[in-house]
């Protein structure tokens, strides 16, 4: 029978010094030594054994081998295409990938001195470009840790406006973050960095101690019937099983009605059928609504509905900006049917002229978000408006 193995006996050579890359190997059995010549000299780098990999170095970063790799004993090998790892690799996280490269240019930079051979630190491919928007990454991340820390990220309240009376129902809140060099960065841009790792949690409890502090100023203010505010939550906040309690928590602390203070989650997260509907009940049983974010954009499957109570539904921009056509007229015109009959809520958002407003009057649509309603304020113009 044929074997996808490769073997070799004792003092049999594997590869050497100065080879080119042409693939790793997994040790199956055997034992292996790793030599180099330093000075002109034969010198023992280390041993290894079954379940370790050989020659993975040159293959990840594409340069030649800079030691030589002779059995000991006899050896069963399994052979790596280098375009195993070079896939594994191109798709890994760029932050990651950054790290490995970073180590391994270290590494080769030891080796080379200790083998009196050239240093080929200019060598480190983190000057790729997708290693270096890996870096600008990793610093971009840093920064957002640090603004996070001064205070310094801004929340943003955009105006939903209950079509037929005209009336501001409340806000949306979104997070603004000015950098002192780059200017505005779009949360489209940060809040997904952030979910990459797990700042947006205290991204999220900073945005929520905000908001219910500026409801709370509201309500200081007299203002009657006091407002909503909808904070959007991200599926990182959610595997955090502490983010309900810290939620309900703030809302009782500051004595607020419970039904003030709104959780969006997007479309995407609700085919997570289990987490949502164990949110909804928690969220539920306080009297705390929530809503359905990017409706539209997510799934064509509308069974999660059936049995997901939301008491809003956000419909996505996208169709907004369709209801200049007969056929984007028709499908909202049966989204706000969808939504009469689940018995919640629909709030349009992206809503930029006076012809989409009246489109979504005429359609039985109840609410309205956009840039006509109103642009994202700075608390300031809020509290005072
Ligand atoms: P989203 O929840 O769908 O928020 C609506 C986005 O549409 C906002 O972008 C808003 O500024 C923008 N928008 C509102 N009206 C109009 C309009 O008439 N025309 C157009 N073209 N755009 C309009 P923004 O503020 O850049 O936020 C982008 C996304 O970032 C949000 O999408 C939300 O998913 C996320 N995000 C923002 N703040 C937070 C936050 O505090 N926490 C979390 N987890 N995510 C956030
Ligand atoms: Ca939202
Ligand atoms: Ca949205």
């Not at 949110?279 to 049983?285: D, I, T």
Request: hydrophobic content about 40%.
């Amino acid at each position: 029978m044929q074997s996808y193995s490769e073997l070799f006996a004792a003092g049999d050579l594997i590869f050497r010094e100065g080879d080119p890359p042409d693939g790793a190997f997994l040790i199956e059995s055997g034992r292996i030594e790793i030599s180099t010549h330093q000075f002109g000299e034969h010198r023992v780098l280390g041993e290894l054994g079954p379940g370790m990999l050989l020659g993975e170095m040159a293959v990840i970063d594409d340069s030649p081998r800079t030691a030589t790799a002779r059995a000991l004993t006899p050896c069963r090998l399994t052979r790596i295409d280098a375009g195993q790892f070079a896939e594994r690799l191109a798709s890994a996280d760029p932050v990651v990938r950054a790290l490995l490269l970073s180590q391994l240019t270290r590494y080769r930079s030891a080796l080379a001195k200790l083998t009196g051979g050239v240093e080929r630190v200019g060598d480190a491919r983190l000057e790729d470009h997708r290693d270096a928007s890996a870096i600008g990454k990793i610093r971009l991340e840093s920064e957002l840790r640090t603004a996070l820390d001064r205070r310094e990220l801004e929340v943003r309240l955009q105006p939903i406006e209950e079509i037929e009376s005209g009336h501001v129902a409340g806000y949306e809140a979104l997070v603004r973050w000015t950098h002192p060099q780059r200017g505005d960065v779009s949360p489209a841009e940060f809040i997904r960095l952030a979910e990459e790792t797990s700042l947006i949690v205290p991204i999220g409890d900073y945005m929520l101690e905000r908001v219910c502090d500026v409801l709370v100023e509201l309500r200081r203010r007299g203002r009657k019937p006091l407002p909503f505010v909808a904070l959007n939550v991200s599926a990182r906040q959610l595997d955090d099983p502490g983010l309900i309690d810290r939620i309900i928590g703030h809302v009782r602390a500051r004595d607020l009605p419970p039904n003030r203070l709104k959780i969006e989650i997007t479309e995407s997260l609700v085919l997570d059928q289990e987490r949502i509907g164990s949110l909804l009940a928690r969220c539920h049983a306080v009297g705390m609504p929530v809503a359905l974010d990017d409706f539209g954009t997510g799934f064509s499957n509308l069974g999660p509905l059936l049995t997901l109570d939301f008491d809003q539904i956000k419909l996505d921009a996208s169709f907004v900006r369709a209801l200049d056509r007969p056929r984007g007229r028709s499908v909202v015109g049966v989204v706000v049917a969808m939504t009469r009959a689940l018995d919640c809520d629909l709030v349009a958002e992206g809503v930029e002229t006076r012809e989409q407003r009246e489109a979504l009057h005429r359609l039985g649509c109840r609410y309205a978000q956009g840039w006509l309603v109103g642009r994202p304020q700075p608390l300031e113009q809020v509290l005072n408006g």
